[in-house]
Structure formats: C-alpha cells, structure tokens
C-alpha cells in the first residue's frame, strides 16, 4: 500500500495568509494525487485533481503542484470560509489511500 | 447534476450485517465507476472499495476483504455495500462518490454523497 503523509497535521492562519500544505507519498506516484476539502459535518469537497488541474467551481487562489512523491496545496489568501480539514490521496493504485489530514485553524 | 443519496445506515451488532444503498442521479449511472470511502468518528478518511462502471471489477481496503461486498444495479441507479461480520472498528460515517471515469484507477472521486451513519455496538 502506498502510505500517505501530510505536513503540517494542524495550522493556526489567519485571513489574508497565504499557507501551504505538503504531502509527501510513500512511493512515486506521478501526478496521481487529489486535495479534497471537508468542513466538520459534511462531506468532503475535490478541489485539486492530477496535482495540479483545479476543479470547477473552486476559487483561483486555491492551487496544486509537485510530481513524484512531493506535493503542496497552497492557498494564495485566506478566506474566513477556508478554515477547514485538507486531505490528500493518491490514485495511482488500489487500495487509494488518503493523507491523515491537516486541520486548518483561525489564528 | 450529479447527486448521490445514501442510506442504510444505522445501529447494529458485532457480527451483524447491514446493506448500504447510494442512489444516483444527474449522470449516465453505468459509465462511472462508483466507489465508498468511510470516516470514523474525529478521524481521517478511509478508502473502503471501488466499482466499475459495468460491475465486472471491485476492488478493496484489506481491512474490508471478505467482509463487505460492493455490487451496483445499474437499471437502478443504485450502489450497494454489502457489510457482513461487523466490527467496533467499522463504525464510521460511509460515503459514496462517484469517480472521474469508468475506473476510480487514476481518477478522483467527485462529488460524494452526505453519508450515512453505521454503528456497531452492543
């Protein structure tokens, strides 16, 4: 299985910051790696796919990058509607395993 | 629109079995692979199983394997889980999401359901 480890687990910021997390794959999985958003009680929300491709809908200042086994979310300037918890995974094979998350807080 | 439905959820005990539902709406059900992914509670997410788009391949965690069953009905519209021989340990809000094409294999899962609630307990 390849194991995913996200970087930092928590971050304090606030609006306005730009901050970036980091995930880093156990093995090289090319560009297969998604960032998903979830907010407490609801349902996780794509959006990056293949490292770097932004979903529809989802704000610019929100951005992929890294190939191979590093890989960073950033976004660009805080918005109050933000604060939340970033998951990773990769898709490059079965069994697709997700980072343990990285909880985003109000400084 | 994309929209999935779970349900099913709920209550059982150790060694129990439960049937998990996903309705599909808004899209061509048979062309996407579908697959579930669930959270325990205050933890992280966990990829469970995955289905083609024809139901000829599954896939799973092998936290899973040989106890829950993944199957689709495509003149339903309709995902299933299967969870036979229950654990403490699989209590956990389930999710079904739909993957980007006919496999979940190099692909992302969007959008997901709201989820259902699956508690094993005595």
């Known amino acids: 299985d390849i194991q995913m480890t996200q970087s930092p687990s928590s971050l304090s910021a606030s609006v306005g910051d730009r901050v970036t997390i980091t995930c880093r794959a156990g093995q090289s999985i090319s560009s297969y790696l998604n960032w998903y958003q979830q907010k407490p009680g609801k349902a996780p929300k794509l959006l990056i796919y293949?490292?770097?491709s932004l979903q529809s809908g989802v704000p610019s200042r929100f951005s992929g990058g890294g190939s191979g086994t590093d890989f960073t979310l950033t976004v660009s300037s805080l918005q109050p509607e933000d604060f939340a918890t970033y998951y990773c995974q990769q898709s490059y094979s079965a069994p697709y395993t997700f980072g343990q998350g990285t909880n985003l807080e109000i400084k | 629109e994309v929209q999935l439905l779970e349900s099913g959820g709920g209550l059982v005990q150790p060694g129990g079995s439960l049937r998990l539902s996903c309705a599909a709406s808004g899209f061509t059900f048979s062309s996407y692979a579908m697959s579930w992914v669930r959270q325990a509670p205050g933890k992280g997410l966990e990829w469970v199983s995955a289905?083609?788009?024809?139901?000829?391949?599954?896939a799973y965690a092998d936290s899973v394997k040989g106890r829950l069953t993944i199957s689709r009905d495509n003149s339903k519209n309709t995902l299933y889980l299967q969870m036979n021989s229950l654990r403490a340990e699989d209590t956990a809000v389930y999710y079904c999401?739909?993957?980007?094409?006919?496999?979940?294999?190099?692909?992302?899962?969007?959008?997901w359901g709201q989820g259902t609630l699956v508690t094993v307990s005595s």
């Open positions: 293949a490292a770097s």
């Open positions: 289905i083609s788009g024809g139901g000829g391949t599954t």
């Open positions: 999401a739909h993957c980007s094409a006919g496999t979940c294999y190099r692909g992302c899962f969007d959008p």
